[in-house]
């Protein structure tokens, strides 16, 4: 059973974002894990959208506005997305 990230359709909205960010796939095979990162590298949130859904909402509200990465992965499969945070 092998599931690649590269195949997979991955939407990132509303960029600039303020309150929140939805991550939006086509349909999660297996769960997938959401993590937004810091210019350092840190990870500052963690989300997941679950194995046959195809959405997860990370509320932004508390993160200081910049520059920040959304990483979507699933076991060794990776995709990596720029996001600002304005508010």
Excluded: W
Aim: no cysteine.
């Amino acid at each position: 059973n092998y599931f690649s990230l590269e195949n997979s359709k991955i939407t990132i909205f509303p960029n600039p974002a303020q309150d929140f960010i939805t991550v939006q796939t086509d349909f999660a095979e297996l769960d997938l894990k959401i993590e937004l990162i810091n210019e350092l590298g840190q990870i500052v949130k963690t989300s997941k959208i679950l194995q046959g859904t195809t959405m997860s909402i990370v509320e932004v509200d508390t993160i200081y506005n910049g520059t920040y990465f959304i990483r979507v992965s699933s076991g060794k499969s990776a995709k990596t997305f720029k996001i600002i945070i304005a508010k």
